[in-house]
């Protein structure tokens, strides 16, 4: 308990720091903490002390933790969706960051439409280009956000990356730069239904380069709950 305490404190003042550095205003960064292999008392600890959104990578774990939290925090789902899925989650999460194909944004928006609500999503985006990585490619993202401007159940909210895991965080520093500049463009231009208003962008390793570069959303996991531990399950 208390060192999940520590944890958070301590990432909450390495965020505020790159933002100062950066002359940016830390309340404009929103922490995700990322739960996923995290027991729902372990969680609940995390919520007790302030956090206030989630992130889960599986829709298996959100369905068998979901009902277990306290403290209604907003649920992140922030890993890859497989569409035959989307059904499980439609009415439980509240930000949808790896929305990665069309085909997905079709069947969100045919689930959100049935439950009548309007889904919103980030735009996972392979900024490098990364075979193991999901997400679209820089060069599909102008198409990719005209045909999302026409789905009325959903609302882009913004952009999201994973970009790859190096030694030195400085190495991904130019990955970050180009996101924002991005998200910036996209910002000034007026499509329906496409806002940017996060950029989900950052992890344990590297978030406060990422923060340094404009990111107002980080997805921290180790940093708050320590190594993960998969054997467990
Ligand atoms: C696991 C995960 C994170 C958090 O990773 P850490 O390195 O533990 O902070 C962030 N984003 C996504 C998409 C993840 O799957």
Not at 123 to 144: M, P, R, S, T, V
């Amino acid at each position: 308990m208390e060192r999940i305490e520590n944890n958070i404190n301590n990432v909450v003042n390495n965020i505020r720091n790159a933002c100062l550095k950066a002359g940016r205003n830390p309340d404009e960064v929103k922490l995700i903490a990322v739960t996923k292999t995290i027991d729902v008392d372990t969680i609940n600890c995390a919520l007790k002390t302030g956090i206030t959104d989630i992130g889960e990578n599986k829709v298996q774990e959100i369905i068998v933790k979901y009902d277990k939290i306290q403290y209604k925090p907003k649920w992140h789902l922030i890993g890859h969706l497989q569409t035959n899925k989307v059904k499980y989650i439609i009415d439980k999460v509240d930000l949808i960051h790896s929305l990665d194909s069309l085909r997905l944004a079709k069947e969100i928006n045919k689930r959100a439409k049935r439950i009548e609500r309007v889904m919103d999503v980030l735009i996972q985006i392979n900024i490098a280009d990364d075979e193991d990585k999901f997400g679209i490619g820089y060069d599909e993202l102008d198409d990719f956000i005209k045909d999302m401007s026409e789905f009325e159940n959903i609302r882009v909210q913004g952009l999201m990356t994973i970009v790859p895991y190096v030694k030195n965080s400085e190495e991904v520093r130019p990955y970050f730069r180009e996101m924002k500049g991005i998200f910036d463009s996209l910002k000034n231009s007026n499509y329906n239904n496409i806002n940017m208003n996060y950029l989900s962008m950052g992890m344990t390793n590297d978030y406060t380069v990422a923060v340094e570069e404009g990111s107002n959303m980080v997805r921290i996991g180790t940093g708050i709950f320590g190594q993960r531990d998969y054997s467990k399950k």
